[in-house]
């Protein structure tokens, strides 16, 4: 009975530093980085990304500088066509209203889409070919009422200028608007409250290519 008490005292002790060093190492300050909060969540982010917008427009305006007067010089080879009146007025109307915008789409779409994947966000090529038809469209009418003769060179310089400006900024800003939006990928981080253990990233199957 003499030395129970004293062996009693040692055991609680004991028993009590046990318990302390158990709750520090559970601590939050003590647990590895990758357990932290902060990290459990950890989407990936899109790597490419579209150019910027000024380039964009300026290689779209280029492209329609170039396919309106080649739109309108294909008309007017096709309405001098020896043919009867309709088909005549069919071949010509055709490519002086798609040459310009065919042209400033292909390039802005290309171009946008040059380094981007369907997991970026790919920009459309018919919603931009839309815009710029009715852009060019739109100028042309306008062009007649003013007065622009696009007989001449100096008049046909003046329009493809201003022309393909406002196509190359319809098509882009079309295109950017209705850019189809990143994938997300859920992939997530779990965290780890074992020291000597690493965080584990969890990834669903359906973004893993078979």
Do not use: Y
């Not at 309709?86 to 400033?104: D, E, H, N, R, S």
């Not at 007065?147 to 201003?162: D, H, K, N, Q, T």
């Not at 800003?173 to 253990?197: E, Q, W, Y």
């Amino acid at each position: 009975m003499r030395h129970t008490f004293p062996l009693l005292c040692a055991l609680v002790l004991m028993l009590g530093a046990t318990q302390a060093m158990a709750a520090r190492l559970l601590m939050e300050d003590d647990l590895p980085a990758a357990a932290a909060p902060s990290s459990v969540l950890t989407p990936t982010a899109t790597v490419n990304e579209p150019p910027s917008f000024g380039l964009h427009f300026g290689v779209a305006a280029a492209a329609g500088f170039v396919g309106a007067p080649l739109g309108f010089l294909l008309a007017n080879a096709l309405g001098n066509l020896s043919i009867s009146l309709i088909p005549t007025a069919i071949f010509g109307l055709l490519p002086m209203a798609l040459v310009a915008p065919a042209f400033t789409a292909l390039a802005a779409w290309i171009f946008g889409n040059w380094k981007l994947t369907d997991a970026d966000g790919k920009f459309s090529f018919w919603l931009g070919f839309a815009a710029a038809t009715i852009v060019h469209i739109a100028a042309t009418v306008i062009a007649g009422f003013v007065g622009v003769s696009l007989a001449g060179i100096p008049g046909l310089i003046l329009f493809s200028v201003i022309d393909g400006a406002a196509m190359g900024a319809a098509t882009v800003g079309t295109m950017r608007f209705f850019r189809k939006p990143p994938a997300a990928t859920a992939s997530a981080v779990l965290p780890s409250f074992i020291p000597s253990v690493s965080a584990t990233t969890v990834m669903p199957l359906t973004t893993i290519p078979f």
